[in-house]
């Protein structure tokens, strides 16, 4: 069974960096057949997609976010994990990290962790 | 307009049949899909690809999709289907992901 959790900081000062891990069991990131995404969910709002750890292929964020995320990994542990840099209030929500793949005729994402609250506030 | 369109709210009465709508430019050439997500809980996949349901997820849960707009079905709604549901697609350009805005689905 594919397990994902999410650790990190829950609350972080406004202008500074968000740093969340993912820890995998039941999978290993590197194996290729998935890729491995960070995702959030402001409150009330729609989900977002951040960006993407792939393996075999091209890592991609969200060009919305793209000049402040890096997602990087850490194969001895089996982790991801997603830095977000110059945070603002706009970015308190619930992050989740979730394992997905994409194919010409199917694609989605069938792991998710629980999620973890993230909140920016001085 | 690479955006998902859903309506915010749909109801539908115990073991009837509902169907629950995504518009976007990029359902022409990419399919959706589908995550039900209940209070406090993660999103769980609950259909995606042309004609595909995740192991465990019950039956009365069918997708379609037509031109610019992908479709859930729910035949026979239970209590325990009362949720959220959230649609995913490709967007238009480049690698990057989008999804609907959600649709709450209450059972009555």
């Known amino acids: 069974q594919v397990q994902l959790q999410e650790s990190g900081p829950g609350l972080v000062k406004p202008s500074q960096t968000l740093s969340l891990t993912c820890t995998v069991s039941g999978d290993s990131i590197t194996s290729g057949s998935y890729y491995w995404s960070w995702i959030r969910q402001p409150a009330g709002k729609r989900l977002e997609w951040i960006g993407r750890f792939y393996p075999r292929g091209k890592d991609s964020y969200n060009p919305s976010l793209n000049t402040r995320v890096t997602i990087s990994v850490d194969t001895s542990k089996n982790q991801f994990s997603l830095k977000l840099s110059s945070v603002t209030a706009a970015d308190t929500a619930v992050y989740y990290c979730?394992?997905?793949?994409?194919?010409?005729?199917?694609?989605?994402?069938?792991?998710w962790g629980q999620g973890t609250l993230v909140t920016v506030s001085s | 307009s690479s955006e998902l369109t859903q309506d915010p709210a749909v109801s539908v009465a115990l073991g009837q049949t509902v169907r629950i709508t995504c518009q976007g430019d990029s359902l022409r050439n990419y399919y959706a899909s589908w995550y039900q997500q209940k209070p406090g809980q993660a999103p769980l996949l609950v259909f995606y690809g042309k004609n595909n349901r995740p192991s465990g997820i019950p039956d009365r849960f069918s997708g379609s999709s037509s031109g610019n707009t992908a479709s859930l079905t729910i035949t026979g709604a239970q209590a325990e289907d009362e949720a959220e549901y959230h649609c995913?697609?490709?967007?238009?350009?480049?690698?990057?992901?989008?999804f609907g805005g959600g649709t709450k689905l209450s059972v009555l």
């Open positions: 979730a394992r997905g793949w994409d194919y010409y005729d199917s694609s989605g994402f069938d792991y």
């Open positions: 995913k697609s490709r967007a238009g350009s480049g690698y990057h992901l989008v």
